[in-house]
């Protein structure tokens, strides 16, 4: 740590424990990579590049009637127009590992993409971060004083989302730094201590450090449910790292890197007591320790971005979780998440890396 006027500022350290999605927003589908299945390789296809070889070569007709014909083996397509595998390459904006997510015998699946700057190097943004100790540090505010009113679960959306945003205010909106007759303070968040709280992106991740992820729901009893879908993860034992920095003219003084690590730990427990508990691990999971961790990014799941259970407790959280997961995605059954599953949400997200499941998103901390 180094202390810079009002400033402290760590190195902050994670260590993927599992695979860790940080989700860019598109997907590649099935006719947008080649699949080595000698090599266990994707390659991702530079679609600009793609589309102008195959106006120069006049192949663009016959690609069109490939797609149409519903095949996805890309592959087959490059060789059958002779593409060869320097002209592949050559189009191809970078190569990642399958792992265990494809194989020549199942159908391919459709590829979430990961985060990735201008130059496609994968990095991890400040703000996702930001985003998993935001609820830790409500959470611990919460665990010491309950302020404010719940929202309304059977409001619509919209309201829901202004009376949460009312009651986080009163939480995090405490600075006044905007001090006037015409400033509700616990609603504007300039005056939030978050303010205080800045972290870096990631240094850049090598490609050899990503791999291929499949998307499977467990139930509490640990049986899974493996879906048609695949991700770009980053591999377990993975190191990341950021820079944090603590403003403590915003910040008061006795929040430092250690009292965060405190809420950590103080988080991690209450989240393998009140959620973890209530689930079977799957028969071929492997051991994750969630000691001294971050959970975030994309299969971290519900328990892992709300305040319901610490605010509420268990069971009324539950009922809380179930009211909202049944109005929100009415197909899935959440209106017998308590009695037919005892838990609200009724599952966890994994993904298959080495034969083995883990839950996504796990990450081992350090403050320093």
């Given at each position: 740590?180094?202390?810079?006027?009002?400033?402290?500022?760590?190195?902050?350290?994670?260590?993927?424990?599992?695979?860790?999605?940080?989700?860019?927003?598109?997907?590649?589908?099935?006719?947008?990579?080649?699949?080595?299945?000698?090599?266990?390789?994707?390659?991702?296809?530079?679609?600009?590049?793609?589309?102008?070889?195959?106006?120069?070569?006049?192949?663009?007709?016959?690609?069109?009637?490939?797609?149409?014909?519903?095949?996805?083996?890309?592959?087959?397509?490059?060789?059958?127009?002779?593409?060869?595998?320097?002209?592949?390459?050559?189009?191809?904006?970078?190569?990642?590992?399958?792992?265990?997510?494809?194989?020549?015998?199942?159908?391919?699946?459709?590829?979430?993409?990961?985060?990735?700057?201008?130059?496609?190097?994968?990095?991890?943004?400040?703000?996702?971060?930001?985003?998993?100790?935001?609820?830790?540090?409500?959470?611990?505010?919460?665990?010491?004083e309950k302020k404010g009113i719940w929202p309304d679960c059977h409001q619509n959306k919209?309201?829901?989302?202004?009376?949460?945003?009312?009651?986080?205010?009163?939480?995090?909106?405490?600075?006044?730094?905007?001090?006037?007759?015409?400033?509700?303070?616990?609603?504007?968040?300039?005056?939030?201590?978050?303010?205080?709280?800045?972290?870096?992106?990631?240094?850049?991740?090598?490609?050899?450090?990503?791999?291929?992820?499949?998307?499977?729901?467990?139930?509490?009893?640990?049986?899974?449910?493996?879906?048609?879908?695949?991700?770009?993860?980053?591999?377990?034992?993975?190191?990341?790292?950021?820079?944090?920095?603590?403003?403590?003219?915003?910040?008061?003084?006795?929040?430092?890197?250690?009292?965060?690590?405190?809420?950590?730990?103080?988080?991690?427990?209450?989240?393998?007591?009140?959620?973890?508990?209530?689930?079977?691990?799957?028969?071929?999971?492997?051991?994750?320790?969630?000691?001294?961790?971050?959970?975030?990014?994309?299969?971290?799941?519900?328990?892992?971005?709300?305040?319901?259970?610490?605010?509420?407790?268990?069971?009324?959280?539950?009922?809380?979780?179930?009211?909202?997961?049944?109005?929100?995605?009415?197909?899935?059954?959440?209106?017998?998440?308590?009695?037919?599953?005892?838990?609200?949400?009724?599952?966890?997200?994994?993904?298959?890396?080495?034969?083995?499941?883990?839950?996504?998103?796990?990450?081992?901390?350090?403050?320093?």
């Open positions: 740590m180094k202390s810079i006027d009002h400033l402290s500022v760590y190195d902050l350290v994670l260590t993927t424990r599992a695979p860790l999605y940080i989700g860019s927003g598109n997907e590649r589908k099935k006719t947008e990579y080649l699949f080595d299945s000698n090599a266990k390789t994707v390659s991702m296809i530079d679609t600009e590049a793609f589309f102008e070889y195959l106006y120069k070569k006049q192949l663009a007709d016959r690609y069109e009637r490939f797609v149409l014909s519903g095949d996805t083996r890309l592959w087959q397509f490059f060789k059958n127009c002779g593409i060869s595998e320097k002209e592949q390459d050559s189009l191809s904006l970078y190569k990642v590992s399958a792992a265990d997510a494809l194989d020549e015998v199942h159908s391919l699946k459709e590829i979430h993409t990961f985060m990735r700057d201008s130059r496609h190097r994968v990095y991890i943004p400040g703000s996702s971060v930001k985003g998993a100790l935001r609820t830790v540090i409500l959470t611990d505010m919460i665990f010491r919209d309201k829901r989302a202004r009376q949460m945003q009312t009651l986080e205010g009163e939480y995090l909106n405490t600075v006044s730094l905007k001090p006037d007759k015409y400033s509700n303070t616990a609603n504007d968040p300039v005056n939030s201590i978050l303010r205080g709280i800045s972290i870096s992106d990631s240094e850049p991740i090598s490609h050899k450090d990503m791999i291929l992820v499949g998307k499977i729901d467990v139930n509490e009893k640990g049986s899974p449910k493996e879906l048609p879908i695949c991700r770009e993860c980053i591999r377990p034992g993975t190191e990341l790292k950021f820079r944090l920095t603590l403003d403590h003219s915003v910040l008061p003084s006795d929040f430092t890197g250690e009292s965060l690590m405190q809420m950590i730990r103080r988080f991690d427990a209450f989240y393998q007591k009140t959620f973890l508990a209530r689930f079977k691990p799957p028969s071929d999971v492997f051991d994750v320790s969630y000691q001294d961790a971050l959970i975030l990014g994309g299969g971290a799941g519900f328990f892992s971005k709300t305040l319901v259970y610490p605010y509420l407790g268990t069971d009324a959280g539950m009922r809380y979780t179930e009211t909202i997961m049944t109005k929100q995605f009415s197909k899935h059954h959440h209106e017998k998440d308590i009695s037919e599953h005892g838990i609200s949400p009724h599952t966890m997200k994994y993904g298959r890396y080495r034969g083995k499941l883990y839950h996504y998103g796990v990450c081992g901390v350090q403050i320093r």
